[in-house]
Every structure is written in C-alpha cells, then in structure tokens.
C-alpha cells in the first residue's frame, strides 16, 4: 500500500471511529455540562478552526488519550519518511512527546537514535537537523493542564539558513513544493494548501518569510508560538521532514562542496515549482524569452563590482540590450522575480542571489562571477542548476585573474572575510596565495577573505565570456528539441508491453526446424513520437541458464540458429524506443519443437 492510500485509509477509519464516539457522548456531555460545572481546573484551547476531524463535543486531552502513533519508510534519518498522528511539543521542556497508549501504532521506527529518527530538513545527517521524541505513557497526560490541538495536516520541519537566498529555495521550499506533493493531495492545486507548516528551527521569521506563507493558506507556526501557545501542543496529523529529492548541491561539510551524487531532479520539475511561486506571487508566466534586456544584480556591501556603472553602460553598448540593475536592498525577491521571469540574461557576482537564474526563461544566459584567486570549478552550486536536464539554460563563468583588480578586507569581522585576527604567518600565507584550496564548510579563513573581496571586472575580458555564452545559447537552440519531442523531455515515458505474443514451431527446408514468433506494438507507442522501434528477442531453451538475445525491427520472425527438435523454448519479447528507452518484457511464452 503506497503511503497515500494508507494515509487515507487510515484517515477515514479514524474519522469513522471518532465521529461514532462523539454521537454516543453527546447527550452525556451536554447533560454534564448543564448539570456539573468544570471543577477540573483544566485550561483546554483549541485550534484556530474546528472541523470534523476533530468533534467539537471531544476534549483535547480526551482526543489525544488515545495516544500516539508513528509510522516510517526507510532504513535511516537520512533516507527516511515519518508521519505521526497526536505528536505533542511540551512548552516546558521544548520537546516532542509521543504518548503511548491502547491504540498506539509504532512502525518502521528501528535504529531511531542511530542517530536520529529523522532529519527535519533536507540536507542529510547534520547533528543540527535531527528529529527526536520523548516517550510517556499515557497516564501523564494528566500531569498537563493546558492543551492545545492543531487538526488537519501539519508539515513538522526546519529552516536551514533562512537569512540565505540559496538555502531559502533550495535547502527549504522546493522540499516543501515536492514534500507537500508527496503526502496531500488536491483538486485544484498541486497540493493541499490547507496543510500547515510547521517550523521548528528556532530562527526568527526572517525576511523571507513571505516566500514560505504562499504554500499554506493557514498560518505558519513557528516554535516560539509553540512556546507562547501553551504546555502541550498536539498535531493530529504530522509529517516530520522535507523531501531530498529536489536538492542537487551538498555544501562540504564531510568532503569539499560540490554536486549532489545521483541528482534526481529536472528542469522539468523546476519549472513546475517557479510556475507554481510565479503564480502565487501574481507574476505573469512567460515562455521562452524574446526579451532584450540583461539583468546585472548589483551588491551594495560586500562583494561589490567596484565599476559597476562602467560595466553596466558597457554591456549596454556592446549588446544594444538594455540592463536592469537588481539589489537586495531596492527589489522584494517578489520584484527580482518578476524582472527575471522575462529577462535574456543574468550577470551577478557569485552569491545567493543568483538562485533566482531558476525563473529565468529557456533560452536565457547566466554568467558568473568570481573574485581573485576563487576557482569557479569548484563553487557550482549555480552552474549545477543551470546545467540540470530540461532547464535549457546558458552557463558561463568568468574570474578575475589580475591581483591589481581586487580589493580586499583585512580588517573586517572574521565571518565577513576579516584575518586581522590570525597569526601574521597565517595571515601573510593568505595574502601570497593565488588559489583557494579546496576546504570543508563553513569557516576556512582563506575562502572568506577571497569571497569578501571587492572586484574591478576587467571589461574587455568579460566582455568575450558574454560573447561565446551567447554563441552557446544559439547552439544550444539549433539543437534543442521541443518538449514534446526532446529525448530527455520523454526519456521516462516508456513503451509498454507488446501484445498478441505468439509461437509456433515450424518445418523448415533441409530438416531444420524454427520458432515463428509474431506480436503486435504496445498501444501506446503511437503516442511516444518514435523515431525509431525495434524489438529485443530472447529465447531461451528450458533447463538452461544462457539464452539467444535478438533486436530486430520486425513485429514477425522466424528463429531457426541454435534451435533443435524435441525442446521446449521460453520466449521474451519488448520495446526498444530509440535506441534507449527500454519498455517492460511481455509475458513469456513457451514453444516446442517436440511435435515435428
């Protein structure tokens, strides 16, 4: 059963057995409250909203008397997926708390401290990100006088680095996209926007934060509401984590920076996820782009383009193309995306800002660039995403080589590129240095310093970069097939079985004997727009190991090499789309040469 269909069987059980407990306490809970005043003491609050998953007429602590149940797939907290129903936080001792009780269900939870139970975000196995849960018996619920419920679906996770672009998009909402894709469901969007997020990192809300309200019509809650809100705070039902699937940078915390290893993500699913913001957001959708201007995105306190307005009129000149200048500090993310969405090309000093490249149009450029001594092939986070399958992007990378064009800061605080706190021949090896060594995240002092620099781009030198990017985009559009025909755009869409498969042993010239096998094209090789079909045979006589492979073009054939009288033969037959794209085998079928 995949998890949707337990999740809704599961559902639907519950809400059948609750309902039917509600209708038998009705009259006794009215009675009693008519007739016995709340001498308890206890303070119960409930949720925003009141639905039918929870009975209005039920108590919270009665609610969640019934305990807590988990169930996970996967083998670790890194690889593994859990959804909890009555998953509690105590205000108190700001922890998870999972109650056992008569109809609790654990399932899939082995090895939960080895060495967590789950990650509560998308970069895998950091000690900063596990998920972890007290265990109480049921009987001290009465031990907690305040209880609050949050019915419906709840998405347990954290924020990463909420105060980075990059981090914002790639470590938290396309997991959030995708999660939300995976565990709701919904008629009219691609998920359920009535699922809550619930974000338990700690951070402040961060400037971002209106980029992660567009996925929830509810809410968000943060931690600190969690702590202002109550003692004990009950999801109903709670997913804990975000997705992996959608990431395809790792940021060097165990080997130096680099691509994911087995990146599953597409420009495909790119694009539905900033069709999905842009839409969210009231930003026009756009295809590819026949826009004329160049987007330059200026940074106003670090990193700066010391002859920003000499570049910017420069690439103005030499492209007759006008150029947008874009900043954090003058533009909402809102505002960027909006300018980029229709833009032809991108230009920006390596940094987060440069994440936004997913909105642009295909067909459109980006170029990047470096400070002094900054290797470009070893920081691609940007390149990485430009370059995956189906995003029909333009990358190019240029560097400063001349030491005369940098500006450094010695003297600034050590997380801004300062070395004015190490040792002189500490400091002194830095400043020799014409190459950042490769290094682990996320304090080598050298990358800082190089990082921090300002820069006075060599304008003629990027001015080439520009121009062979742009020969490559044309390139890439004489070669780039549409969506419907693309081979990477229909890599997964398989033929299906062959139909029709028969044999026959037939009498053959010269007292030799064949099989004659013919079989029809899968139905839906009609709808793939083929190039090219052909059919991969394979007989194999019975009681044998090896077998006779065969691709041919023909849907009918007669086999006679290595085939004898008096055998029994079992026979394989499927699709192969273009060479590539492989299709199931039909079932086999058997053939005997015994009679002839």
Request: hydrophobic share 35%; with cysteine; aromatic share 12%.
């Amino acid at each position: 059963m995949t998890m949707l269909n337990l999740d809704m069987t599961l559902k639907v059980t519950w809400v059948i057995t609750t309902v039917g407990f509600a209708v038998l306490l009705t009259d006794y809970l009215r009675l009693r409250h008519q007739q016995c005043p709340d001498t308890t003491g206890t303070d119960v609050q409930n949720a925003e909203e009141l639905t039918t998953e929870i009975p209005p007429q039920l108590d919270a602590r009665d609610y969640v008397r019934r305990g807590s149940s988990v169930w996970c797939w996967g083998d670790d907290n890194a690889n593994r997926t859990c959804k909890f129903s009555n998953l509690c936080f105590s205000a108190e001792h700001q922890q998870f708390v999972f109650f056992h009780g008569e109809q609790t269900v654990t399932h899939g939870i082995q090895n939960r401290f080895e060495p967590a139970l789950v990650d509560l975000s998308s970069v895998p196995a950091h000690n900063t990100q596990y998920f972890q849960y007290v265990d109480l018996p049921i009987s001290a619920l009465q031990d907690f006088t305040r209880v609050k419920i949050y019915p419906g679906t709840s998405l347990i996770f954290n924020r990463f680095n909420p105060d980075n672009l990059m981090h914002v998009f790639h470590d938290d909402l396309l997991p959030i996209y995708f999660t939300l894709r995976q565990i709701t469901t919904s008629d009219a969007d691609p998920f359920n926007l009535d699922s809550r997020l619930v974000i338990m990192e700690g951070w402040r809300r961060g400037e971002f934060v209106e980029l992660y309200e567009i996925f929830s019509s509810k809410d968000l809650v943060f931690k600190q509401d969690l702590l202002d809100g109550g003692e004990l705070a009950c999801f109903a039902n709670a997913y804990v984590g975000l997705s992996k699937a959608t990431t395809w940078y790792q940021y060097g915390f165990k080997v130096p920076q680099g691509p994911k290893e087995n990146i599953t993500i597409t420009g495909r699913e790119i694009r539905q996820f900033t069709d999905f913001v842009c839409a969210k957001l009231g930003v026009e959708n756009t295809g590819p782009t026949e826009s004329k201007y160049i987007v330059l995105f200026s940074r106003r306190l670090n990193r700066l383009i010391v002859n920003e307005v000499d570049l910017t009129i420069a690439l103005a000149k030499e492209f007759n193309m006008r150029v947008v200048t874009l900043s954090m500090e003058s533009h909402t993310v809102p505002q960027q995306i909006e300018v980029i969405r229709k833009a032809s090309m991108l230009v920006g000093m390596h940094g987060s800002f440069l994440t936004l490249a997913m909105f642009l149009p295909p067909g459109a450029v980006v170029v990047e660039l470096f400070p002094y001594a900054v290797n470009p092939e070893n920081y691609t986070p940007y390149r990485t995403l430009v370059n995956l399958p189906g995003m029909k992007l333009t990358y190019a990378a240029w560097r400063n080589t001349e030491q005369y064009n940098t500006i450094t800061h010695p003297d600034n605080p050590w997380d801004l590129g300062g070395i004015a706190h190490l040792d002189q021949d500490e400091q002194d090896a830095i400043l020799r240095s014409t190459e950042v060594p490769k290094h682990l995240c996320c304090r080598n002092p050298e990358w800082l310093f190089r990082i921090y620099q300002d820069t006075v781009v060599d304008i003629p030198s990027l001015l080439k970069t520009v121009h062979q990017a742009l020969k490559d985009a044309e390139t890439q559009k004489e070669t780039t097939c549409s969506t419907n025909s693309c081979d990477e755009e229909r890599r997964k869409i398989y033929p299906g079985q062959v139909t029709d498969l028969a044999c026959q042993a037939v009498q053959l010239p010269e007292g030799r004997v064949g099989l004659q096998l013919s079989w029809q094209p899968p139905w839906n090789l009609v709808y793939l727009g083929a190039k090219d079909a052909r059919y991969e045979v394979w007989i194999q006589e019975q009681g044998k190991a090896d077998y006779m492979p065969y691709i041919l073009p023909f849907t009918s054939y007669v086999f006679s090499d290595g085939v004898q009288t008096g055998r029994d033969y079992n026979v394989w037959v499927r699709c192969i789309v273009d060479g590539s794209v492989v299709g199931p085998f039909a079932d086999a079928v058997q053939c005997s040469t015994s009679s002839l």
